[in-house]
């Protein structure tokens, strides 16, 4: 009885391992933009890197500054906003992937309360199995969407922007040196961003199949089910 308690809830446990790191991936940056100057008599280098977060775009801290070097570029904002800082695309972008992360937790969650309660009830595991499948869409979709969409975002929210940046490609770097000064951004995935959706992935696709025993009959599923 004990085994067959442990069998049943695998699959169910490894569904809200899941959705845990889908919520930490609503604490985590996505993405940054890092931009250093360097000049050849020495002086230097000044660093900001700019790092994004999910969020609505009128919350503070969404954007977040990181200066050094020389009191930074002189207006290190520290904590803001897309709203802001007027990044009204950038925001959208933003906001649409904290709706997928938030919803595919949400989802995982049900899937995992419906596992752990089946107790043999094929409906109730097929609804789990369903639910959970969902969930694994909505978390791969999520730093798709992101990536896909940012570039274009950030091209209508930056009009001038250069020919080689976050605009134009979701991650790169670049280097240009004009009167003896050298300038290095890089752009792409912060620490976090898109990793955690996918470890999310790779724990749900775990998951199942969720552990079925007929009442009074053999187990059905694979090799979570109860023994």
Known sequence: ???????????PILLLVGAALL?????????????????????????ETTVYFLGISSMNGTI???????????ACTGQTSYSTEDLNNTGIVAESALFVVIGASAIG?????????????SRRVAAGLALSVVSLALGIVAPVLFALT??????KDFPHHPASGPSTSF????????????????WGPALGSGFVPRAWALVALLAPPLP???PGGPRLGGRHAAL
């Not at 009885?1 to 699959?11: C, D, F, P, Y």
């Not at 977040?64 to 002189?74: D, I, V």
């Not at 969650?109 to 009830?121: K, N």
């Not at 670049?174 to 290095?184: E, G, K, L, Q």
């Open 212 to 214: 079925l025993r007929r």
């Open 150 to 155: 940012l570039p274009s975002a950030m091209a």
């Open 109 to 121: 969650v049900l899937a995992a309360a419906l596992g752990m309660t089946s107790r043999g009830d």
């Open 64 to 74: 977040r500054h990181y200066c050094s070097g020389f009191g930074g570029f002189g």
């Open 171 to 186: 991650f790169g770097s670049s280097s240009n040196t004009t009167f003896f000064t050298t300038v290095t951004i890089a």
């Open 1 to 11: 009885m004990r085994r067959s308690t442990a069998g049943r809830l695998i699959g």
């Open 23 to 47: 919520i930490a991936a609503l604490v985590t940056p996505w993405y940054s933009y890092a931009v250093s100057i360097h000049e050849e008599s020495g002086g230097g280098p000044l660093n």
